[in-house]
């Protein structure tokens, strides 16, 4: 038993902390073994930098884990790892060490960069099939990797360390559809929950016990009434309900003060709206397709909104609502027929990114000659003529779109010349 158990230990190990690709060119698994207990004995002396391991790592070809396919050349020999095995293991391990090698496992893992958003770095283990889960709950990265991803879920529920390991969870696209979600109120130290498309409706209930939660998404899963249970997250600084038909339950959502990101696009709200006029914090803020008119003057007091998108609200005359919101950098208002009304975005002098398209501008495009800091500029469809060579005074742009305008090559030409400019859409 003993001698079985150190065998197992060395195949473990050899793939841990092997760091010459030779040893996976050859098709003799006994070879792999020799080798590797010869490099358990000097493993204590090879704690290497994070890009010098990083570098070995790359070399080799990590394969799934904690299943191991030791010979490349015969997939069918798998080796199944204890936890008890792997605890010992990783206890002797430097964590650069360990997080390198997760960060290049090529087959159950995944490195998920994010630096537009949180910008961070960080390691998730993806589930997509029974097998899985199922070597999931028999392992030990419990207790190193709090991060997620079902792309398979069989409704039996997560073992116990999970309850306080998992900081991040992503089941989307119909995986906890008519199954108990209970096990997701157990999960203590739950920090960011992605559930997109699960239809959950009533089944939301228990999430009220999610009270660490800081991001929440959970777009089209029949919430309506049942968005009430949301008002217990009061930790909550990025949540988006797109998709949930809210209508006058979005007035739920005003206990979530800590809000600094709220996407509510396509929920109907029309006049309600107007109950979002007190989540002042909001920083970014989606509200396209809610046929807002002019319910959008409610929102003139979230003057610390960065971002805003609006589009598809009708807007018109009611844009100017928006005046107000001097902190904007960017701003989405395609196809709100603003035509003569674009006039009231000449005070938004900080916008760095604006979408205009098909918007009937015409003429009145001159109007946004004031926005000098614009670097991206959105004007397809707007029937624009020749005084669109207003806006060539805007020298700090390197994307404009102006397509679908017929306009002229002379026309063109004027915007082909400033020197900031990478991409012409004409």
Not at 46 to 75: A, F, G, H, M, W
Not at 274 to 292: E, I, V
Request: net charge positive; with cysteine; proline share 1%.
């Amino acid at each position: 038993m003993k001698d079985s158990l150190y065998r197992l230990l060395t195949q473990v190990s050899l793939l841990l902390f092997v760091s010459t690709s030779s040893l996976w060119a050859s098709n003799s698994l006994l070879e792999c073994e020799q080798a590797s207990i010869s490099f358990i004995q000097t493993s204590s002396q090879i704690l290497l930098s994070k890009e010098e391991r990083r570098t070995q790592l790359l070399k080799q070809k990590i394969v799934q884990y904690p299943t191991i396919i030791c010979d490349e050349n015969n997939l069918d020999y798998k080796i199944y790892i204890p936890k008890e095995i792997m605890f010992s293991i990783m206890a002797h391990m430097d964590p650069q060490v360990l997080g390198t090698f997760l960060a290049t496992s090529q087959s159950t893992f995944e490195l998920v960069t994010s630096y537009q958003k949180e910008k961070e770095r960080f390691v998730t283990k993806v589930i997509s099939s029974e097998k899985g889960i199922e070597a999931y709950r028999n392992s030990c990265l419990l207790g190193t990797l709090p991060c997620l991803s079902f792309k398979f879920y069989d409704g039996k529920g997560l073992p116990e360390e999970a309850n306080t390991a998992l900081h991040s969870v992503a089941i989307k696209n119909n995986i906890l559809s008519n199954r108990d979600v209970t096990f997701l109120t157990y999960l203590k130290n739950l920090y960011i929950l992605k559930i997109n498309n699960n239809k959950l409706g009533k089944h939301t209930k228990t999430f009220s016990a999610l009270t660490n939660l800081h991001t929440l998404q959970i777009e089209e899963n029949n919430l309506s009434e049942h968005v009430t249970v949301l008002k217990a997250l009061t930790n909550l600084c990025s949540l988006n309900v797109a998709r949930n038909n809210l209508g006058k339950h979005v007035t739920a959502l005003t206990a979530l003060t800590n809000l600094r990101t709220l996407v509510v696009w396509n929920n109907k709200l029309g006049k309600h709206v107007t109950a979002l006029a007190s989540l002042t914090n909001l920083r970014t803020l989606n509200l396209w397709n809610n046929k807002l008119g002019k319910n959008m003057a409610a929102l003139a007091s979230l003057t610390n909104l960065r971002t805003l998108d609006v589009a598809g609200n009708n807007l018109g005359e009611h844009v100017t609502a928006l005046a107000s919101l001097t902190n904007l950098h960017t701003l989405n208002l395609w196809d709100n027929d603003l035509c003569e009304h674009v006039t009231a975005l000449a005070s938004l002098t900080n916008l760095h990114t604006l979408d205009l398209d098909k918007n009937n501008l015409g003429k009145h495009v001159t109007a946004l000659a004031s926005l000098t800091n614009l670097h991206i500029l959105n004007l397809w469809g707007n029937n624009l003529c020749e005084q669109v060579i207003a806006l060539a005074s805007l020298t700090n742009l390197h994307t404009l779109n102006l397509g679908y305008n017929n306009l002229n090559e002379q026309v063109i030409a004027i915007f082909e010349n400033l020197t900031n400019l990478k991409k012409l859409k004409k």
